[in-house]
């Protein structure tokens, strides 16, 4: 029998798919299948991105497949299913949701196992400021992004720069309004403006300390790379805010499941989120 996933949202959720999609598969005894890339669905998406780093080929339709829900943190379903011996091995299985627990990677070793992890020199001595910045382009014509508030990064980036030689900011988009923010610094900036993301991933994996924002992408970036001090906003995983994914926002809050990423030290840190809108227009 085999066990493949939906592909929702961009890198980092894909990751987390992925990587829940493998582990069922070795616990399970399935063989493990991508799906067939929707590429319409990936405005913001480079399939590259995904050649490089995942390590596994197959990929094709799975035929009758039982289809398992896991849209939000409360959502059980998947435990539901595989706790009955009696479902094992008896049909092929399409897992369709987020599946963003970290309890579900606590084996790392395994979990690594999953993925093409390049051999990239540790930098021990700077400080990472991983930045999402990006839009989300709505029905009408406008734009909106929230993005972990600039200001307590300013504040937090000002209390813990001293244990490192400097700053590095690594932005998927070159937004001055933000990036001057941190002019003070005098940060190495990094920005290819979404266009080569395995760039930045590797870029990522190299840094040992991380300052990173409500992003999937770089909690990837420090869980398979060489980071062993992550800060972390204790708003992740709530979904951003009011009038964003309202169904998942409603079930996420009480029950956040991605506030660690297992064999990291992680410092949270208080941060609201921000429309990118505002802030553009305060500076």
């Given at each position: 029998?085999?066990?493949?996933?939906?592909?929702?949202?961009?890198?980092?959720?894909?990751?987390?798919?992925?990587?829940?999609?493998?582990?069922?598969?070795?616990?399970?005894?399935?063989?493990?299948?991508?799906?067939e890339w929707d590429l319409a669905s990936w405005h913001l998406c480079y399939p590259v991105f995904f050649e490089e780093f995942i390590a596994l080929r197959d990929q094709y339709e799975v035929k009758d497949a039982r289809v398992i829900f896991e849209y939000t943190y409360s959502?059980?379903?998947?435990?539901?299913?595989?706790?009955?011996?009696?479902?094992?091995?008896?049909?092929?299985?399409?897992?369709?949701?987020?599946?963003?627990?970290?309890?579900?990677?606590?084996?790392?070793?395994?979990?690594?196992?999953?993925?093409?992890?390049?051999?990239?020199?540790?930098?021990?001595?700077?400080?990472?400021?991983?930045?999402?910045?990006?839009?989300?382009?709505?029905?009408?014509?406008?734009?909106?992004?929230?993005?972990?508030?600039?200001?307590?990064?300013?504040?937090?980036?000002?209390?813990?720069?001293?244990?490192?030689?400097?700053?590095?900011?690594?932005?998927?988009?070159?937004?001055?309004?933000?990036?001057?923010?941190?002019?003070?610094?005098?940060?190495?900036?990094?920005?290819?403006?979404?266009?080569?993301?395995?760039?930045?991933?590797?870029?990522?994996?190299?840094?040992?300390?991380?300052?990173?924002?409500?992003?999937?992408?770089?909690?990837?970036?420090?869980?398979?790379?060489?980071?062993?001090?992550?800060?972390?906003?204790?708003?992740?995983?709530?979904?951003?805010?009011?009038?964003?994914?309202?169904?998942?926002?409603?079930?996420?809050?009480?029950?956040?499941?991605?506030?660690?990423?297992?064999?990291?030290?992680?410092?949270?840190?208080?941060?609201?989120?921000?429309?990118?809108?505002?802030?553009?227009?305060?500076?």
């Amino acid at each position: 029998m085999q066990v493949t996933f939906e592909h929702l949202g961009n890198y980092g959720n894909v990751f987390f798919q992925y990587a829940y999609m493998r582990k069922v598969a070795d616990d399970y005894g399935y063989k493990p299948v991508l799906p067939e890339w929707d590429l319409a669905s990936w405005h913001l998406c480079y399939p590259v991105f995904f050649e490089e780093f995942i390590a596994l080929r197959d990929q094709y339709e799975v035929k009758d497949a039982r289809v398992i829900f896991e849209y939000t943190y409360s959502d059980k379903n998947h435990k539901v299913y595989l706790s009955d011996s009696d479902n094992i091995g008896k049909e092929n299985i399409r897992l369709q949701g987020y599946f963003q627990d970290w309890e579900l990677y606590k084996d790392v070793d395994q979990i690594k196992s999953y993925f093409n992890i390049p051999d990239v020199e540790p930098n021990k001595d700077d400080l990472l400021l991983s930045l999402r910045i990006n839009r989300d382009f709505n029905g009408d014509g406008s734009s909106t992004c929230m993005i972990t508030d600039p200001q307590v990064l300013v504040k937090l980036v000002n209390e813990i720069i001293g244990n490192y030689n400097g700053l590095t900011i690594i932005s998927d988009v070159h937004n001055h309004h933000v990036i001057d923010m941190f002019k003070r610094f005098a940060p190495k900036v990094v920005c290819r403006d979404g266009r080569l993301p395995n760039d930045d991933f590797r870029d990522i994996l190299s840094y040992e300390n991380i300052i990173i924002p409500c992003s999937t992408f770089t909690w990837w970036g420090c869980y398979l790379g060489h980071c062993k001090n992550v800060y972390m906003p204790n708003s992740f995983g709530t979904m951003g805010v009011p009038g964003m994914n309202k169904r998942i926002q409603a079930h996420n809050l009480p029950d956040i499941k991605l506030l660690n990423i297992p064999g990291k030290n992680v410092n949270l840190y208080n941060a609201p989120f921000r429309d990118i809108n505002t802030v553009n227009e305060a500076t």
